[in-house]
C-alpha cells in the first residue's frame, strides 16, 4: 500500500536524522488517489496521525528501496506543522509548536495538549522523549501554541516567526465554534494570526518575544520556509522565504529577501537578482557552506495558495548564492513536486547539491560539498555582491562575515547545515522527506474548518491608508506580545515509498512589497530583554 507523509519536522543529530509528527495518507490503489480533484475517485484512502517518531543510520549507504525507519515510542504530544531545535550542545533537540492531526472524520474529538516543550535524547537509533524543564519563574505558559510559523535554529538559537492559533493548536470547547465545511475558503481569511518573533536560547533557556513588524507591516507569517544562516551578519542571520503575510493571502515574493540579525535585532530586506523562483508556500529550504566564502540556500518544492483541484506543486531545485543575491535553478521540473515536506543534508529523497542531480541512493562517503559550476559561472559573470545594497547595514552583514565557530542552523523544513562528525566532512547531500503531490489537498486541511473565537486578547489594528503600499488593507486581528519568558520504547522498522511522478514548475508572480514603507509603520511594543549572544 503506497503511503504519503505531511506536515511532519525533521532533524540532523549526531549520525542520525529523525522524522517526527505529521500525519500518513495510506492509498489501496484503487482510483486515482491524491491525484483525483473528485474526492469520490480517490479510492480507498486512509489518513491518521503518525504516533511515533522514526529514525535512519545515516553512517551507512542506502538505497530508497533498502531504506528503513527504525520505530522509536513516543510519549510527547503527537503534533503536526511544528519546529524540531537542536541544542547548543548538539546532545538533545526540542519540540516546540504545533496542531492536532487534521485527519478525518473526528479530529475535534482529539484533547488538545497544554502547550509545553519537548525534549528529545538520542542513544543511538533510539532515544527517549521527556517534558522539558521550566523554571517556576517563567511565564512561558501564558504562550499560546500556534503552528505553521516560520521555524529555524542555529547556534544554540531556536526561531519561530508568525503562526495560526485555532482549535487544532488550543484547547476547545465550544460546539457552537465548529463550522460547515462549506465555510472552508472564508475560514481560511478568518483564523486568528499570530505576529511577533519567538527566540528561545538554549543555553540560557531564556524566551524572547520580539517585534517582527520590521518583517512585514503586519508582522506575521505563514507556510512560509526559513532558514539560520551562521556565516554572516553580526553572528548569523535568520532568513524568511515565501509563504503568506496577509489575511487575505497574498504570497510574499523570492525577488526580496528578509533577514533579522538576532543580535542587533534589526530587520532588513534585499532585492535579489536571477531565476526567481515563482511564488509559493509548503516549500522547504537548506544551506550549505560554500568553498569560496559563499553560502548557498536550496529551493525546493511547494505549492500555491487556492483551492485543491488547482493546486500545484514545483518540482525544479533553485538556488540562492549568497552574498552575490542571486537566484539559479538548478534542476528543471521533471521530478515530482512536493509541499509540505522537510528537507536535510542528507535524507530520503536525495538530490546531489554540488551536481544538481537526483538519486536513488545515499552514500555515506560522498565527498564533501562544492558550490555548483552554474552559481559559479553566475559569479564570475555578475560579481560576488548585488550592484546595489539595499541599505549600508546589509552590506556591513555580509562584507564582514560573523564568527565561524561551532556552526550549525537549520530550516523550518528541517534543513541542516551542519557538518556531521566523520573521518571526512561528510556527505552533503539534500534529503527530502514525505510532502503532498500534487492533486486534491485532503491530508491536514480538517483543522483550518474549526477556530476558537478568543475574546478579549485580539486587539484591532487599524489598516493602511489606500495609499499605502504593502500588504493590509483589511481588518486584522493581533494577540499582543507577551513580556520575555524565561525557562530556569519500543523498536521496529517501516518503509516509506517515494513518488516519481512529474509536475509542472510554478509561474513568477508580480512584484509584491511585504511591508509597509517604513514611516508607515506601527511597532509592536517590545520589552526590554537582554540580547542573544553567540556561543
Known sequence: MASRRPSHAAIVAGNYLYVDGGEVTMWNGEGNGLQATNPQSRGGLLTQADNYTYSIDLSSSWTNSSLTLTQIAKSAPVLNTGALWLDASGDIFYAYDGSISG???????????????????????????????????????????????????????????????????????????????????????????????????????EWSNLSSTGYSYYGFTSNSMAHFMPTFGTAGLFLVFGGYTTKDEQMVPFQSISMYDPITQEWQSQQASGDIPGIRECGCVVGVEGDDGTYEIFLYGGRILGDAASTISSGAVHVLSLPSFQWKMLAAPQQAGRYMHSCNLSGIGVFDLTNGEWADSYDADTAAYVTPDTVKEAIAQYGKYPKQWSCPNIEVWFRCEGTSAARTSSSSSGGDSKKRPSSNIGPIVGGVVGGVVVGALIAGIIYLVLRRRRKNNYKAWHDPTDDQEGYGKQERYEKRLSEPLVEAEGEGHQHELADTQPLAELSDSDNMKPEAPEAERHELESPDHRPIGSH
Open 103 to 205: 485527519a478525518p472524520p473526528t479530529w475535534y474529538n482529539n484533547e488538545v495538549p497544554t502547550n509545553s516543550v519537548w525534549q528529545f535524547s538520542p542513544s543511538g537509533d533510539s532515544g527517549l522523549w521527556s517534558l522539558a524543564p521550566v523554571a517556576p519563574s517563567s511565564n512561558f505558559s501564558v504562550r499560546s501554541r500556534v503552528s505553521q510559523a516560520a521555524y529555524a535554529y542555529g547556534n544554540g538559537l531556536g526561531f519561530a516567526l508568525g503562526g495560526i492559533e485555532n482549535a487544532a493548536t488550543e484547547l476547545y470547547t465550544d460546539i457552537n465554534d465548529v463550522l460547515d465545511w462549506s465555510l472552508v475558503p472564508d475560514i481560511v481569511k478568518a483564523l486568528p494570526f499570530y505576529p511577533g518573533l519567538v527566540m528561545f536560547n538554549s543555553s540560557s533557556q
